[in-house]
């Protein structure tokens, strides 16, 4: 953006709420420059979505009924699906923080997400990333996460935010995320 703004480019995993948003915002009080974030919402995977649903048949369903073929699967009503979930996150997002009082825009992505993100920092020349993310407990121990993948990847902090827990619970261990990795 301009000389004059501070930056932030936000890679969120799902639709923020309005309590994320408040904690996002509440960050940047101090900031004297006005503050602006980028949001990058990542296209939901339509094969995953496939996948995922036909993984969730069991064995004994699979075998008493009909080979279904991809065919049967309408990919593109799926794509088309995905599509608009995604864009309904991401305007629920920007509605978010812009009801908290923050200046937000964003996209969807459809690349990989740490390669988006580092574009967008680039693009932007932003100051610093925001990763909001469930809690993935087996990808944060091995460094594969996306907080992990970024801090190698871009060269501004980057911090990672667990969606639907307040700073108290992250810190405190009484909210779903990990604490002491």
Request: proline content about 3%; aromatic content about 4%; hydrophobic content about 45%.
């Amino acid at each position: 953006m301009s000389e004059t703004t501070y930056d932030v480019v936000l890679l969120v995993e799902q639709a923020l709420t309005a309590a994320d948003a408040a904690q996002v915002r509440s960050l940047h009080d101090g900031i004297e420059e006005p503050v602006v974030y980028h949001v990058l919402l990542p296209l939901e995977d339509a094969a995953a979505r496939i996948e995922s649903a036909m993984g969730s048949l069991s064995s004994g369903e699979v075998l008493a009924t009909p080979a279904m073929g991809m065919s049967d699967v309408d990919l593109d009503a799926v794509r088309q699906d995905c599509q608009e979930r995604s864009d309904a996150d991401l305007a629920a997002t920007l509605a978010a923080l812009r009801g908290a009082g923050a200046t937000a825009e964003g996209r969807v992505v459809g690349e990989p997400p740490i390669d988006a993100l580092a574009a967008e920092v680039t693009r932007v020349d932003a100051r610093e990333a925001i990763i909001l993310t469930r809690s993935h407990v087996v990808a944060e121990f091995f460094h594969v996460d996306w907080t992990s993948r970024a801090r190698r990847k871009i060269g501004v902090p980057v911090l990672h935010l667990l969606e639907h827990e307040t700073f108290d619970e992250q810190a405190g261990g009484t909210g779903e995320g990990v604490t002491g990795l």
